[in-house]
């Protein structure tokens, strides 16, 4: 049984990472740190998998900081207009951060030849046909 910290650890389904990590008829786990968006990576081993599930984790939580509690901060400081162009400098940079950590995890990752969207519809079809009929 495959224990990954989005489920088992927590305690709960964490959406955010687990949409990011799917697995294909071939029982590759594949990474697309875009979702939707971009190609995915097939995670080679169980400690890469981990390794970008904590990242990811880390990720949400500090951006959960970000975007709930340092406006409330920054806003008790005074001027709207300054606390507001703070905020958005902090975020982009954030999101900079994430751009150039995933890049460093890809890079030594093969790339999965098919799209998320290719990979979930295999998967529901495989599903509909196991399906039993009624």
Not at 45 to 69: D, M, N, Q, T
């Amino acid at each position: 049984m495959d224990e990954t910290l989005s489920k088992n650890k927590i305690g709960f389904n964490l959406h955010i990472v687990d949409s990011r990590i799917i697995t294909d008829k071939h029982d590759q786990t594949v990474f697309f740190p875009w979702r939707t968006r971009g190609k995915g990576y097939i995670l080679i081993s169980p400690k890469i998998r981990r390794r970008i599930e904590i990242f990811l984790l880390g990720f949400i939580l500090v951006s959960a900081f970000l975007i709930i509690l340092l406006p409330i901060l920054l806003l008790l400081l005074g001027n709207f207009w300054i606390c507001t162009g703070i905020l958005f400098v902090v975020l982009i940079n954030w999101l900079v951060v994430y751009f150039l950590i995933v890049e460093m995890i890809i890079k030594s990752l093969p790339a999965h030849p098919l799209s998320y969207k290719e990979i979930i519809l295999e998967n529901l079809e495989d599903e509909y046909e196991e399906a039993p009929e009624t």
